[in-house]
């Protein structure tokens, strides 16, 4: 099994930033792309940022200029940059891995439990 364990949510006035973290345990080989999605109150869950094994970055129109998405393959790491933070970006905020475990040797999405941002003056 694989555990995905967020840190770094929490309140923060328009403007300010934070950086959120995402390491990933447990019977690993190789994950392939980690991301974050954000599910804000009354809405669908949408993907804001993704990262390839290579480093090949995904970004959200909405968050473009703003957040950055990085990761550290030594440490099964993915980590979320966010700038300029507005209101609307207040949500959960969920790390994502699509893990390819060692035994057996299968290939899964896993999800973290969700970490809180919240935007507010």
């Known amino acids: 099994q694989v555990q995905l364990v967020e840190s770094g949510g929490g309140l923060v006035q328009p403007g300010g930033s934070l950086r959120l973290s995402c390491a990933a345990s447990g019977s690993i080989f190789t994950i392939y792309v980690m991301g974050w999605y954000r599910q804000a109150p009354g809405k669908q869950r949408e993907l804001v940022a993704r990262?390839?094994?290579?480093?090949?970055?995904n970004l959200s129109d909405s968050v473009k200029g703003r957040f950055t998405n990085s990761r550290d393959n030594a440490k099964n790491t993915v980590y979320l940059q966010m700038n300029s933070l507005k209101p609307e970006d207040t949500a959960v905020y969920y790390c994502?891995?699509?893990?390819?475990?060692?035994?057996?040797?299968?290939?899964?999405?896993?999800w973290g439990q969700g970490t809180q941002v919240t935007v507010s003056s």
């Open positions: 990262i390839s094994l290579g480093g090949t970055i």
């Open positions: 994502s891995a699509d893990v390819l475990s060692n035994f057996p040797r299968t290939r899964n999405d896993y």
